[in-house]
């Protein structure tokens, strides 16, 4: 196994890890904000508050884009056990 065979393994992998965190982080960070917007207009400082609409964000994010991720992941996975012959001969 070559290094720059490594390098692409390594570069795919990232880029695999980036598209599935990517909608969800999106997603957090947009509900974060709207949240933050509301409690500086109300002028309610609770920490906590921005947790539950935070988690039901992140459950619509998955359900909404949980095909593609897994078959993201899949066909990444899948990808990888194919090319174990070719790595190792």
Do not use: C, D
Not at 2 to 28: D, K, W
Not at 32 to 53: D, H
């Amino acid at each position: 196994m070559s290094p720059e065979q490594v390098l692409s393994i390594g570069e795919q992998a990232l880029y695999v890890t980036v598209m599935l965190s990517a909608p969800l982080l999106l997603s957090a960070l947009a509900v974060g904000l709207v949240i933050s917007i509301i409690q500086a207009a109300t002028q309610i400082n609770e920490t906590t508050l921005a947790f539950i609409p935070k988690l039901i964000g992140l459950v619509a994010i998955v359900y909404v884009t949980g095909h593609w991720m897994l078959g993201l992941i899949v066909g990444y996975a899948r990808h990888l056990f194919e090319s174990i012959p070719s790595l190792i001969g």
